[in-house]
């Protein structure tokens, strides 16, 4: 299991760039870019994987409910972002969201589903927001849908690899949760 855990983390490490992924708005436009765009930042693969993590953390409607709010959520600001209505502290409220859920791992906190989901939701709807942003006009769709596809490809990732860690206890989901808080202060003194 160790092996698996220590490919996995290898393989998240190298999907990362040390630039957060939406800084170059020049690589928009198309689906491929949309999926990959949430691969290209440390900031969203952290917070893609963290609430899978911390959905099989809760476990039951869980597992569902709360990826599922936040990539409904994430629509949402991407919408508004495209629209052309801002919303204050997007980056801060994104790399907040790192940290806010990697602690919330690291503590095992185990809340009602809706409100889970409603916690994820609100950081999604700034990440959202981060990726209309920059967008402009071109492509909004195959690019929306594409991040879409690619965060819910992430959230699955985290939902089984909690699911895969929680047979060994909760110790090594809970050092994850830290490790990805920690990340997340990185990326902000970094």
Do not use: N
């Not at 983390?9 to 765009?37: K, N, R, Y």
């Not at 204050?88 to 906190?109: K, R, Y």
């Amino acid at each position: 299991m160790f092996k698996r855990l220590s490919l996995s983390a290898a393989f998240i490490a190298a999907a990362t760039a040390p630039a957060f992924a939406h800084l170059d708005p020049t690589e928009h436009g198309s689906m491929m870019a949309g999926v990959s765009h949430p691969l290209s930042g440390a900031d969203h693969v952290l917070a893609m994987v963290a609430v899978g993590l911390w959905a099989s953390q809760i476990g039951g409607r869980a597992l569902f409910a709360v990826p599922a709010a936040f990539v409904t959520t994430m629509a949402v600001g991407f919408l508004l972002a495209v629209s052309g209505i801002g919303l204050p502290f997007v980056e801060p409220a994104v790399l907040a969201s790192v940290i806010g859920l990697g602690l919330l791992i690291a503590t095992a906190v185990r809340l009602p589903t809706a409100v889970s989901a409603a916690i994820v939701g609100l950081f999604a709807l700034f990440h959202g927001h981060a990726h209309g942003g920059e967008l402009g006009a071109a492509g909004a769709v195959q690019f929306g849908l594409g991040f879409l596809v690619s965060t819910a490809l992430l959230h699955a990732a985290g939902v089984g690899l909690g699911i895969s860690l929680s047979r060994m206890g909760t110790i090594t989901t809970r050092l994850l949760g830290a490790a990805t808080a920690l990340g997340g202060a990185a990326l902000v003194f970094g």
